[in-house]
T-cell receptor, first 112, second 116 residues
Framework: DAKTTQPNSMESNEEEPVHLPCNHS???????IHWYRQLPSQGPEYVIH???SNVNNRMASLAIAEDRKSSTLILHRATLRDAAVYYC?????????????FGGGTRLMVKP | EAGVAQSPRYKIIEKRQSVAFWCNPI?????LYWYQQILGQGPKLLIQ????????DSQLPKDRFSAERLKGVDSTLKIQPAKLEDSAVYLC??????????????FGPGTRLTVL
């Protein structure tokens, strides 16, 4: 399985943008990039996914490098509620089915 | 729309005892997953069901863990006998069949198991 590398933790100030990086240098052509987050004492929740193009939704934006070897999850205005562990996951729906392989993720701390 | 339900939320047992967790997925979701999340780590898939058939149980410690999904809806995960290293949060998730290629998974709140 292609692996991802994320910083263990990051800090942000409330109401400022946050850029969460993810490196995936061994990504294959059919791997989708998924982001999930896990709020304290809750199960993970889907945030966003992409293949090649940048993506936006109501929660976040996903910027994918042209060579697809890295991506960045962007929270446009961090709130205290965004404090969570963010997981960057590669998934090949053609080979791995719906399996998600979680790494350690990035713990985001948001300061008021 | 109701989410994935799990019970109990917390369980404390002594080693060598047995324990069972219950999961009710989102209505209509054919695929159900059980994950184990040890403190400080990401969730690890234990078993995946498609309806009431097992798709992947390669990481399930079958000497002590078992899971079933009768009638393709609810599922139970059992540990017998429990060991200290089984202390973790057990997460249940479900997804829609045919949600290719996104396959968004919806997670329950988890059951926190402490083995003393």
């Amino acid at each position: 399985d292609a692996k991802t590398t994320q910083p263990n933790s990051m800090e942000s100030n409330e109401e400022e943008p946050v850029h969460l990086p993810c490196n995936h240098s061994t990504i294959s052509g059919t791997d989708y990039i998924h982001w999930y987050r896990q709020l304290p004492s809750q199960g993970p929740e889907y945030v966003i996914h992409g293949l090649t193009s940048n993506v936006n939704n109501r929660m976040a934006s996903l910027a994918i490098a042209e060579d697809r070897k890295s991506s960045t999850l962007i929270l446009h205005r961090a709130t205290l509620r965004d404090a969570a562990v963010y997981y960057c996951i590669l998934r090949d729906p053609y080979n791995a089915g719906n399996m998600l392989t979680f790494g350690g993720g990035t713990r985001l701390m948001v300061k008021p | 729309e109701a989410g994935v339900a799990q019970s109990p939320r917390y369980k404390i047992i002594e080693k060598r005892q047995s324990v069972a967790f219950w999961c009710n997925p989102i209505s209509g979701h054919a695929t159900l997953y059980w994950y184990q999340q040890i403190l400080g780590q990401g969730p690890k898939l234990l078993i995946q069901f498609q309806n009431n058939g097992v798709v992947d149980d390669s990481q399930l410690p079958k000497d002590r863990f078992s899971a079933e999904r009768l009638k393709g809806v609810d599922s139970t995960l059992k540990i017998q006998p429990a060991k200290l290293e089984d202390s973790a949060v057990y997460l249940c998730a479900s997804s829609l069949e045919g949600s290719f290629p996104i396959g968004e998974q919806f997670f329950g709140p988890g059951t926190r198991l402490t083995v003393l």
